[in-house]
């Protein structure tokens, strides 16, 4: 089972601010890694895929890179609807599917 | 737009059973495959479950493994997870998700699983 290692735990920005979040997978992955966005009280949301690919209508300010087995979703100039917990999932070995323990982007 | 509802939820008994659906409208329900994720209270995501469009093929997590069954149904645009030997540890919120590539590209809103003695 491929195991995601997601880092910080917690990361305590200002609106404006560029948030830096990490995702390391066990084993190489390749570029199969998605991260989503999950706001308290709702389901997740898919925001990247294959690494670097984002979803239908999300915004520019997200983006993704890396590949093998270190992972990067920056998003620049937070905007207060961005304060969330963000988690990696893999889909490259599987079953199962695993996700990262997230990070959570506080004000 | 696409939706997908989950119900069925509530309280389980430990060691019985619960059945979990999931109606799916706004897209081709039958052309995707589909999954059943879970979060347990206050903790991170869990992948639980896969059945491919047709239904014959299915995958499982090992912590739910003989104890789960996924199945659906075209025809009603529905899938469900049958839940049985219920354990503690199974208290979550299951979210059905549709799957684009192995991601999941939709999501439902969850329904709360409690087991309880």
């Known amino acids: 089972e491929i195991v995601l290692t997601q880092s910080p735990a917690t990361l305590s920005l200002s609106p404006g601010e560029r948030a830096t979040l990490s995702c390391r997978a066990s084993?190489?992955?390749?570029?199969?890694l998605a991260w989503y966005q999950q706001k308290p009280g709702q389901a997740p949301r898919l925001l990247i895929y294959d690494a670097s690919n984002r979803a239908p209508g999300i915004p520019a300010r997200f983006s993704g890179s890396g590949s093998g087995t270190d992972f990067t979703l920056t998003i620049t100039n937070l905007e207060p609807e961005d304060f969330a917990v963000y988690y990696c999932?893999?889909?490259?070995?599987?079953?199962?599917?695993?996700f990262g323990g997230g990070t959570k982007v506080e004000i | 737009e696409e939706q997908l509802v989950e119900s069925g939820g509530g309280l389980g008994q430990r060691g019985g059973s619960l059945r979990l659906s999931c109606e799916a409208s706004?897209?081709?329900?039958?052309?995707?495959?589909m999954h059943w994720v879970r979060q347990a209270p206050g903790k991170g995501l869990e992948w639980v479950s896969f059945i491919s469009s047709g239904g014959s093929t299915v995958y499982y997590a090992d912590s739910v493994m003989g104890r789960f069954t996924i199945s659906r149904d075209n025809a009603k645009n529905s899938l469900h997870l049958e839940m049985s030997s219920l354990r503690d540890e199974d208290t979550a919120v299951y979210y059905c998700?549709?799957?684009?590539?192995?991601?999941?590209?939709?999501w439902g809103q969850g329904i709360l699983v409690t087991v309880s003695s």
């Open positions: 706004g897209f081709s329900f039958s052309s995707y495959s």
């Open positions: 999932q893999q889909r490259s070995i599987w079953p199962p599917l695993t």
């Open positions: 084993q190489s992955v390749r570029n199969y």
């Open positions: 998700a549709r799957d684009r590539k192995y991601y999941f590209d939709s």
